[in-house]
Nanobody, 125 residues
Framework: QVQLVESGGGLVQAGDSLRLSCAAS????????MCWFRQALGKEREFVAA????????YYADSVKGRFTISRDNAVNTVYLQMNSLKPDDTAVYYC??????????????????WGQGTQVTVSS
């Protein structure tokens, strides 16, 4: 069983940057593709970004393309989300998730078997 713990959220101003981290326990991390989703208050969970097991192939939601970067370091079992030029619309709880298909970069939440507890990101205008 893989456990995922997100960190790095906080309160920032529009235009600022944040880097989220998701630390995974267990030896299977490098065999998982990973992603970030987010959920704003009163809204459905939304795909943000995904990366394959190698950290080579990535996929982004149009709303974050060019501003966010997903990456991973398999040596330390961690996936990151670098968020630049933050906007108030980016305010949400951010979740990382893992998929047993190492090559997948899916934007479908039901394809991810492992989920973290989330970290809050609030962007003020």
């Amino acid at each position: 069983q893989v456990q995922l713990v997100e960190s790095g959220g906080g309160l920032v101003q529009a235009g600022d940057s944040l880097r989220l981290s998701c630390a995974a326990s267990g030896r299977t991390f490098r065999s998982l593709s990973m992603c970030w989703f987010r959920q704003a208050l009163g809204k459905e969970r939304e795909f943000v970004a995904a990366v394959d097991w190698r950290g080579v192939r990535t996929y982004y939601a149009d709303s974050v393309k060019g501003r966010f970067t997903i990456s991973r370091d398999n040596a330390v079992n961690t996936v990151y989300l670098q968020m630049n030029s933050l906007k108030p619309d980016d305010t949400a709880v951010y979740y990382c998730a893992g998929n047993r298909d190492p090559w997948a970069t899916s934007n479908q939440s039901d394809e991810y078997e492992h989920w973290g507890q989330g970290t809050q990101v609030t962007v003020s205008s």
